[in-house]
């Protein structure tokens, strides 16, 4: 190799060489602190950067994105003198790349450092129940703080977290212990509010079981009674009629029996024989003992004889009938008023009655319990009462059609 070739190849090494050291890329979200000669120059932003080779170099690559430090647990002492282990999470953003190179060796271990001390001001003033439920204080205090503290370092704090609040393994377990009471205490007021509101309940359930029970028990007495009235009603006008029936059968009878003695002509020897007849027959009873026949029974039947009949050629005294009457009428013919006694159809009002009773039977009452509830819920009334037994009067009006009762 000639001396020619030599030195056009360390020429050209050395345009490499320059060449190199004269770019620097820089990636997106970091930045680079650029020193000439042990000087701060410039800050190289994102993208392509020229440098002057061998006076300026690369003093830091700082990342510009949100990082997220967690510290190792810090034991820090609360107001009441009990030793705590706190565990802390930092989200923080370099914003200024000079300010953290420059104004702090480490701006991580600063941060955890300034947020040790911050996190024992804070809690040393607070009590372990205040420290255990005043995590958003805390984190609120923190952040005001390290957000002031770390601004000329170039570093924006944006936010502090406690991780976890460790008490010592005694002041866990009372705790534990308290919890555990409290929540057995809960649980037997829950108990015993769960055991009134059942007592409640079953009592008020027995108060309208009693109360629909008696309205029902007065509704079926109201309705029995109104029952038996109108059977009572019915059973008069019944009897009523039978009696007339019975005293027309025997006018009939009377009337019968009279016309045909006056038919026969019945002579005062006829009339003896009958009297004679019916001796046994009244003589049949278990208090008769003696009976007496006066002797002036013939001259009686005779004296009977001659004052109602005519001495025929015979000389015998024999009945003359007068002329013929006309019959009784019979009961169709009498007054209108009578002749409704004997109409056996059944009364279509009393099967409304009976009809509209059992759908007031099969009807549910409604609840009782309410005041002012006296119009469904109780028993009906005189008027209502008439209504459902298919009279538009009242208990006491008769049954449209008959009559009043005997």
Known sequence: MGPGL??????????????VKSVLVVPQA???????????????????NFLMPFLDRVRARIDLREQVVSFPPQPVITQDNLTVSIDTVVYFQVTDSRAAVYEISNYIVGVEQLTTTTLRNVVGGMSLEETLTSRDQINTQLRGVLDEETGRWGIRVARVELKAIDPP?????????????????????????????????????????????AEGAKQASILDAEGERQSSILRAQGDRAGRYLQAQGQAKSIEKVFAAVKRGKPTPELL???????????AQGDANKVWVVPSDFNKSLEGFARMLGAPGEDGTFRYEPPAEEPPAGAPEDEEESVAGWFDTSTNPEVAEAVRAAEEVARK??????????????????????????????GLDEPPAGGNPPA
Not at 37 to 46: E, I, N, Q, S
Not at 273 to 282: G, K, N, S
């Open 30 to 48: 970091q930045a680079s602190v650029v020193e000439r000669l042990g000087r701060f120059r410039t800050v190289a932003a994102p993208g392509l």
């Open 6 to 19: 030599i030195v056009l190849v360390v020429v050209v090494l050395l345009v490499i060489v320059v060449l």
């Open 169 to 213: 393994p005694s002041i866990k377990d009372s705790m534990e212990k308290q919890m555990r009471a409290d929540r057995e205490k809960r649980a037997m007021i829950l108990n015993a509010e769960g055991e009134r509101e059942s007592a409640i309940k079953t009592a008020e359930g027995q108060k309208q079981s009693q109360i629909l029970a």
């Open 272 to 282: 003896a024989y009958q009297y004679l007849q019916t001796l046994p027959q009244m």
């Open 364 to 393: 549910e009452v409604p609840s009782a319990s309410a005041p002012g509830n006296t119009g469904q819920g109780g028993a009906l009334s005189g008027p209502e009462a008439a209504r459902a037994l298919g009279r538009p009067g």
